[in-house]
């Protein structure tokens, strides 16, 4: 006899079922009154002769439970499972959290949070307003800060006070005022000692001496204006670089350190008859 006759665990129903129902599935069948799941090959009865017509109307329902439809509403119950299952460290699920979003926040759940940025920066606002000390002192300052700035430019541009009498005159002031010394002045602490002239030949004279530097500090070596005089009269002048004045051991040096004696020697075209004096300066480069 192919057809046999399974109970449901959960609500006892009895069922009429084939062969290939049970091997299809693996015996696994779906009750249609309250959608259990059961394997039908471990709750098969022995058939009852004198109910005939509940088999036969069961067989058409459990034609329809084939194990595709059991498995699509396995699946489905696993699903759904998500919603009674609990997180560690929790007591309520995801269905109990779910309906109960709205009361733990007043906004519907499709809306984003407000940040009401532009309000919150009003307040500040209002609670720190500035005094006017506070912007007096923030001008002051930079106003300090650019004059600083333009008297660095100044005192490492000088070409810039010898075009504007005013901003030298400005530059000048402001030096007397803090005590500061400019490049001009600190030129006026190199000496010229030791100077001798002699008459090379009937066509040449040469120049020669020390240059000593009393300033606290190193600077760059000077330029030397030599200004020949006759009868009162400046006949000739001309300025020397240190790569010309200096003696040769010192050729290459840029820089004359304090209190340290540099030797300079140079010649000039000029017979020694054609000139009664001279002017021997210091300039700065």
């Known amino acids: 006899m192919s057809e046999k006759q399974t109970c449901c665990p959960n609500c006892s129903s009895i069922y009429k079922v084939t062969v290939t129902q049970l091997t299809v599935a693996q015996g696994m069948v779906c009750c249609p ?13 022995q058939p009852k002769s004198s109910n005939t017509d509940a088999p036969q109307s069961v067989e058409t329902e459990l034609h329809h439970a084939n194990p595709f439809s059991v498995t699509r ?18 007591n309520i699920n995801l269905r109990t959290y779910l309906n ?9 759940i499709a809306n984003f949070p407000a940040l009401n940025l532009s309000a919150d920066q009003s307040i500040s606002s209002d609670t720190k307003r500035k005094s006017t000390g506070y912007y007096v002192l ?16 100044l005192w490492f541009n000088p070409n810039l ?22 490049i001009d002045e600190r030129y006026t602490y190199i000496q010229v000692s030791q100077i001798q ?10 120049f020669s001496g020390v240059l000593t530097n009393h300033y606290e500090k190193g600077i760059a070596l000077p330029l ?7 009868d009162g009269k400046v006949i000739s002048s001309s300025i020397r670089p240190p ?12 820089r004359i350190p304090t209190q340290s004696p540099y030797k300079f020697q140079f010649k000039l075209n000029v017979p020694r008859n054609a000139f009664d004096t001279y002017r021997l300066a210091v300039i700065r480069p």
């Open 33 to 45: 009154k309250c959608t259990a799941e059961f394997n039908a090959l471990l709750h098969l009865v």
């Open 138 to 153: 923030w001008s002051l300052i930079n106003l300090i800060l650019i004059f600083v700035l333009m008297f660095q430019v």
């Open 100 to 108: 109960n979003l709205n009361s733990f926040n007043n906004e519907p």
């Open 243 to 254: 790569s010309e004045y200096l003696i040769e051991s010192l050729n290459g040096i840029t």
């Open 224 to 230: 030397m204006k030599i200004s020949l005089i006759k």
């Open 161 to 182: 006070l010898q075009r504007s009498p005013l901003l030298n005159w400005v530059f000048i002031t402001t030096c007397n005022v803090f005590n500061c010394q400019t």
């Open 197 to 206: 002239v002699r008459a090379l030949s009937t066509k040449s004279t040469e």
């Open 73 to 90: 509403h396995s699946n489905e119950q696993h699903l759904l499972d998500i919603f009674d299952r609990k997180t560690d460290n929790s």
